[in-house]
C-alpha cells in the first residue's frame, strides 16, 4: 500500500497561512493526492485533490511537485473554525485501498 | 436531509454482547465502506461494497459482518464483543469506484462504540 508521512500536528494563529506538507516517496502513476478535513466529532470532509501542479478551489490549494514525491496543502488566512486534523492520502481510482493514516491536527489559535 | 447518516451515534455495551450499527445514503452512490477510528485518530478501512457486492475487505476479525441489503444500505454486525472494539466507526460513500478517477468520499457522523 502507498503511504504517507505527514507532521502529527501543527499551531497556527488567526489570519496566518498554513502550509502542511505530506510526504508520498512511492506514489504510482496512477495515483491522485486527496485532502480531508475532520473536525471533533464529526467524519471526514472532502477538501481537494489533485494529480499534479497546482489545484485550487473556494476552501484551500494544494501543489504538487513535478516529482509528485511530495504535497503541500494551503490554507489561506485561516480562522478558529479550521482547527481540525487534516488526512493526505494517495488516491488512484479503481478498487483501491484508501489508506488515511493518522493526519495532521491542526490548532488555529486567537 | 442528511446525504449519509448512522445509528445510533453512540452505543455502550458490555463484552461479548451483539450489536449492530445502520448506515443509509440518500446520494444515490454505488459504493459503500465501513472504517474504524480508534483514539489515535487512525482511520483505517475495513470494508467496502459496490453496488451490494464485497469489494474490500481488510483483515478484520470475522466477528465483524457487513451486511448490504440495497445500494443504498450497509450495516455492520459485530458479535461478541470485546474491549478493543471500543472505537469510532465511520460509514462513507462514493459514486463509483470502478472510475479511473478517484471519487470523493462522503462520511456518516460516525458512531462511537464503548465496550465496558
Known amino acids: 500500500l502507498a503511504k504517507t508521512t505527514q507532521p502529527i500536528s501543527m499551531d497556527s494563529y488567526e489570519g496566518q497561512e498554513v502550509n502542511i506538507t505530506c510526504s508520498h516517496n512511492?506514489?504510482?502513476?496512477?495515483?491522485?493526492i486527496t485532502w480531508y478535513q475532520q473536525f471533533p466529532s464529526q467524519g471526514p470532509r472532502f477538501i481537494i485533490q489533485?494529480?499534479?501542479t497546482k489545484v485550487t478551489n473556494e476552501v484551500a490549494s494544494l501543489f504538487i511537485p513535478a516529482d509528485r514525491k511530495s504535497s503541500t496543502l494551503s490554507l489561506p488566512r485561516v480562522s478558529l473554525s479550521d482547527t481540525a486534523v487534516y488526512y493526505c492520502?494517495?488516491?488512484?481510482?479503481?478498487?483501491?485501498?484508501?489508506?488515511f493514516g493518522r493526519g495532521t491536527s491542526l490548532i488555529v489559535h486567537p | 436531509d442528511t446525504a449519509v447518516s448512522q445509528t445510533p451515534k453512540y452505543l455502550v455495551t458490555q463484552m461479548g454482547n451483539d450489536k449492530s450499527i445502520k448506515c443509509e445514503q440518500n446520494?444515490?452512490?454505488?459504493?459503500m465502506y465501513w472504517y474504524k477510528q480508534d483514539s489515535k485518530k487512525f482511520l483505517k478501512i475495513m470494508f467496502s461494497?459496490?453496488?451490494?457486492?464485497?469489494?474490500i475487505n481488510e483483515t478484520v476479525p470475522n466477528r465483524f459482518s457487513p451486511k448490504s441489503p440495497d445500494k443504498a444500505h450497509l450495516n455492520l454486525h459485530i458479535n461478541s464483543l470485546e474491549l478493543g472494539d471500543s472505537a469510532v466507526y465511520f460509514c462513507?460513500?462514493?459514486?463509483?469506484?470502478?472510475?479511473?478517477?478517484?471519487?470523493?468520499?462522503?462520511f456518516g457522523p460516525g458512531t462511537r462504540l464503548t465496550v465496558l
Open positions: 462513507a460513500s462514493s459514486q463509483d469506484s470502478y472510475r479511473t478517477d478517484p471519487d470523493e468520499q462522503f
Open positions: 512511492n506514489i504510482a502513476t496512477n495515483d491522485y
Open positions: 489533485g494529480y499534479k
Open positions: 492520502l494517495l488516491n488512484s481510482g479503481g478498487s483501491y485501498i484508501p489508506t
Open positions: 446520494l444515490g452512490h454505488d459504493t
Open positions: 461494497y459496490n453496488n451490494k457486492e464485497l469489494i
